[in-house]
Nanobody
Framework: QVQLVESGGGLVQAGDSLRLSCAASGLAFNTYVMAWFRQTPGTEREFVAAISRIGNRTHYTDSVKGRFTISRDNAKNTLYLQMNKLKAEDTAVYYC?????????????????WGQGTQVTVSS
């Protein structure tokens, strides 16, 4: 079956960096747009970033542009999110998703495959 397993979350201070990874199995990884979402308690899952199937195009939500970088290694079936200059408001559970949508229109309520999430906590 399809498995997406996130790792790399943790507790850091504002201004620090973290690199999240998402290891995929059970699917043809290079045929899916991959994305990162995040969610805090009591809120809807929020889009963060998406990357095209071959990794040549990316799309970010405005609040992370210039600080976060999404990338993928199709040979390793792995998705990454490099997060720099972290802020307290970046605190959330981060989820990776495999989508058949275009990178500009990936939505949380699409029929995506999801990982279990990894907690990122940024102290101010």
């Amino acid at each position: 079956q399809v498995q997406l397993v996130e790792s790399g979350g943790g507790l850091v201070q504002a201004g620090d960096s973290l690199r999240l990874s998402c290891a995929a199995s059970g699917l043809a990884f290079n045929t899916y747009v991959m994305a990162w979402f995040r969610q805090t308690p009591g809120t809807e899952r929020e889009f963060v970033a998406a990357i095209s199937r071959i990794g040549n195009r990316t799309h970010y939500t405005d609040s992370v542009k210039g600080r976060f970088t999404i990338s993928r290694d199709n040979a390793k079936n792995t998705l990454y999110l490099q997060m720099n200059k972290l802020k307290a408001e970046d605190t959330a559970v981060y989820y990776c998703a495999a989508s058949i949508s275009a990178i500009e229109v990936v939505r949380a309520n699409d029929d995506n495959y999801w990982g279990q999430g990894t907690q990122v906590t940024v102290s101010s």
